[in-house]
């Protein structure tokens, strides 16, 4: 085989495959198949990723193989392109309408069996009535209402597996066929059960793919916000093409109200762009040459010429999409369990079922003590109803009320909606093991400079000599170092423009390397640098502040002297500055009980100084970006593998990689997605806040749902097997059980995530 022969991903969309164990059964169906490598299953956009190895099976092939588990394919495609699309929505509304109709098909004629019925048995015997309801029943069991699940048993039995359809056919036909000795031997009718039992089955799979697209409504709403045409520069004509025509390093004409159409960089113009869809941040942003700009926000003012950087699967909404398909597709450690319980779920259903059916048939009196007194509370318990009739209703009963479906449904729909969730807050946590791992964290590691700082110098303090004016040292200083190019330099230009004073004309201007700045201004000679170079230069006055020099650079502020012909001026300090929501994000972090450790390659003197004011407590200054790994490696062993750490995901990533979980965070399309487990979209660390809030109340859905989902199962069976349950009562509570998952899921959109500043 030659080197250059590659696997096949083929991609198949299965709108049947519902829950977990849906899942389950075509993963152990499609691992049978020869060449078949790794299988991903994704319940949130009903997708199965599978790769196959060369000379394994085509897409037709892996099409037959699902569909013999008792699931429909609606769509194969063998590229391994971001195919994410109309398409998927429209399949998926396909499904909806069929489930719509197939269930008003069944749901009619139950209603008129149900009304028909009450009469017949509370008052008078209706004449030809067991016919009219074999007749009425017959399209609900056998013909659209129930073929397609009929269909799906059958594929599934000779597949040798066994999915939630095996139960209600087992359910629903039995009853239905039994009910036809009726007309040769008087006995009571089971026709009815059997319709009512496949309708409400039918309604179940209705309400689910419903509540199910509520579930996933943040990926939906991401994939229908993209812009669909953008307005180009060719040839000196603005002209209006399609998304799909866009090329990278065309540019973008945006006008006020426009949508971005990809994510670019600013060549000309300003104006305020709304990112909440990227940030969750409603404030708009000031954008200018050349800032970044990222696909499907909005432009609000301004007028902006932008040069297209990135297209297709490659933008950064793009991306954010495809995390978020990773995280709901993926398994988190504690669905082992779900997956083991409900893999031999249905034989050991099937086997209570019998068990009970041959219990009640062969020892029917010796039972009927336990209906006796079910009866005293339960109506629709019948302690004179004789063996078969009492066999037939618990063996039907405990087919119809399990429930795997709600195991299933218990963890992919908190990972949907918790995603979805963190996707409108610019979190994106990458998997469901990062959800898991994240809620036991204790040791939180935080970068200082862009994690904890902005990462850029600011002008901070201003001193200036007896007898000086500030305005007066700040036009001096900025007059000068505006000729500089270091950020030193920069940061006192734009500090003194902020109290708007503009620099004058320089000339002479030189740099004496690290230490500082000289130049005339209107033929005087200014003098900028450290100390020991003014000191040097025999600048006078120096010592009358060195009290204030030493109380800034305790601070860790970097401080700059600025002498006019030979005479000290005063003091500018410049420092790295706390980002505006860092005090309260710490304070967040310590109120989840976390120890908050800082990181950074930064001296000792700056490293304190910046955590003194925002609350750390454990600093380790000094450390280099490839001693950052050793240093969480010592503190995961010293607190258990129990340490998240927070970075820029860029210069961070490998020490993101040695934490337990990593978090990148970052503003737009710079971030480091592909580094961290979770990414913060938004610059801020009270994302991490947040996002932990969000791990831990994702978990906490996942564990409440797979409680109750098997606390019901657990007591619903064996009461189905003391006939105390009617199986119309059950297939209802089978019914509720899935939806009482889902809607204990959406419950988390509840949860409040913000951090208090």
């Not at 099409?63 to 998926?92: F, M, S, W």
């Not at 039995?157 to 039995?174: C, E, K, Q, Y």
């Not at 500030?470 to 902020?498: C, D, F, K, T, Y």
């Given at each position: 085989m030659?080197?250059d022969?590659?696997?096949t ?13 849906c899942a ?6 499609l ?9 991903h ?7 199965v ?7 394994g ?20 495609r063998?590229?391994?392109?971001d ?5 998927d ?10 489930a ?6 069944a749901?009619?004629p139950t209603?008129?069996?149900?009304l ?85 089955h ?7 793919a ?8 943040a990926?939906?709403s ?40 990809t ?22 942003v000031?954008?200018?040459t ?61 086997l ?6 041959l ?18 509370f ?8 004789s ?7 618990a ?89 500089s ?20 004309q320089?000339?002479?201007f ?13 033929g ?25 020099l ?9 401080v ?12 500018l ?11 309260a ?6 109120a989840l ?30 450390v ?34 040695q934490?337990?979980?990593?978090i ?5 399309a710079?971030v ?6 979770v990414?913060?979209?938004r610059?801020e ?10 791990s ?38 089978m ?15 509840r ?7």
């Amino acid at each position: 085989m030659s080197a250059d022969v590659q696997n096949t991903l083929f991609k198949l969309t299965v709108p049947g495959m519902g829950s977990d164990h849906c899942a389950g059964i075509v993963r152990q169906t499609l691992t049978r198949l020869d060449g078949v490598g790794e299988i991903h299953t994704n319940i949130a956009n009903h997708r199965v990723e599978v790769t196959v190895q060369p000379g394994g099976p085509d897409g037709e092939q892996l099409r037959l193989a699902v569909e013999g588990a008792g699931y429909d394919v609606a769509d194969v495609r063998n590229d391994a392109l971001d195919d994410q699309g109309p398409a998927d929505a429209e399949i998926d509304e396909a499904y909806l309408d069929t489930a719509k109709k197939r269930l008003w098909i069944a749901g009619i004629p139950t209603t008129l069996i149900m009304l028909l019925m009450i009469p017949h048995m509370f008052w008078q015997p209706l004449p030809g009535y067991l016919l009219i309801v074999v007749l009425l029943a017959f399209p609900v069991v056998f013909l659209y209402g129930g073929a397609a699940t009929h269909k799906a048993s059958w594929r599934s039995l000779t597949n040798r597996t066994f999915n939630m359809d095996v139960l209600i056919s087992l359910g629903s036909l039995p009853p239905y066929i039994i009910g036809l000795i009726g007309f040769i031997y008087p006995m009571t009718s089971f026709v009815e059960m059997a319709a009512t039992i496949m309708t409400f089955h039918l309604l179940g799979r209705y309400l689910e793919a419903r509540a199910k697209g509520r579930a996933s409504q943040a990926i939906r709403s991401l994939l229908t916000l993209g812009a669909k045409t953008a307005r180009v520069e060719r040839d000196g004509q603005e002209t209006d093409i399609s998304i799909d025509e866009l090329q990278v390093g065309d540019i973008m004409v945006l006008r006020p109200g426009d949508k971005v159409p990809t994510d670019g960089e600013v060549v000309s113009g300003e104006s305020h762009l709304d990112e909440s869809i990227a940030t969750g941040e409603s404030v708009p942003v000031y954008k200018s040459t050349s800032d970044t700009v990222i696909g499907a926000t909005i432009n609000k003012e301004g007028r902006l010429h932008v040069r297209a950087t990135r297209i297709g699967k490659d933008t950064f909404l793009s991306q954010v999409v495809r995390l978020i398909d990773e995280a709901q597709g993926s398994r988190v450690p504690i669905q082992e369990f779900a997956d083991r319980m409900t893999g031999r779920f249905v034989p050991v259903v099937i086997l209570i079922s019998l068990g009970s059916l041959l219990a009640w048939f062969l020892a029917a009196d010796s039972l009927r003590p336990v209906l006796e007194w079910g009866a005293l509370f339960l109506p629709w318990v019948n302690p004179e109803a004789s063996s078969v009739v009492l066999a037939m209703l618990a063996a039907i009963a405990v087919l119809v009320i399990a429930c795997p479906c709600a195991l299933g449904l218990a963890t992919p729909t908190a990972l949907m909606v918790g995603s979805g969730i963190g996707a409108e807050r610019g979190i994106l946590i990458r998997s469901g093991e990062a959800i898991q791992t994240f809620k036991d964290v204790k040791v939180m590691v935080l970068d200082k400079t862009g994690t904890i700082t902005r990462g850029e110098p600011k002008l901070t303090d201003t001193y200036a000599a007896p007898g000086i004016e500030v305005s007066q040292l700040l036009q001096i200083a900025a007059s000068v170092e505006n000729a500089s190019e270091h950020p030193i330099a920069q940061a006192i230009v734009a500090g003194a423009r902020e109290q708007g004073i503009e620099p004058e004309q320089v000339t002479d201007f030189h740099s004496t390397g690290a230490r500082g700045v000289a130049g005339k201004i209107a033929g005087e000679a200014v003098l900028i640098g450290n100390r020991r170079l003014l000191e040097e230069d025999g600048v006078k006055g120096l010592d009358a502040l060195d009290e204030e020099l030493s109380r800034l650079e305790s601070l860790g502020r970097t401080v700059v002297t600025v002498a006019l012909n030979g005479q000290a001026l005063g003091l500018l300090a410049v420092a790295d500055t706390i980002k505006a929501d860092s005090v309260a994000a710490i304070r967040g972090m310590h109120a989840l009980g976390l120890h908050v450790v800082m990181i950074t390659g930064d001296n000792e003197r700056a490293a304190r100084a910046v955590a003194n004011e925002v609350g750390i407590d454990e600093v380790q200054a000094g450390v280099l970006p490839e001693g950052k790994v050793d240093a969480i490696r010592r503190l995961q062993e010293q607190y258990g593998n129990k340490v998240a750490m927070v970075g820029d995901g860029i210069n961070d990533a490998p020490a993101l990689k040695q934490a337990n979980v990593g978090i990148a965070i970052g503003a737009g399309a710079d971030v480091a997605i592909e580094a961290a487990d979770v990414t913060l979209v938004r610059g801020e660390l009270s994302a991490v806040v947040e996002a932990m809030h969000l791990s831990r109340a994702t978990f906490a859905k996942i564990v409440q749902n797979l409680i109750w989902a098997s606390a019901y199962n657990a007591a619903a069976i064996p009461l189905a097997a003391l006939g105390l349950l009617h199986p119309m009562i059950g297939v209802i509570a089978m019914t509720a059980s899935s939806l009482s998952v889902i809607g204990n899921s959406l419950l988390l959109k509840r949860v409040k995530l913000s951090v208090d500043k």
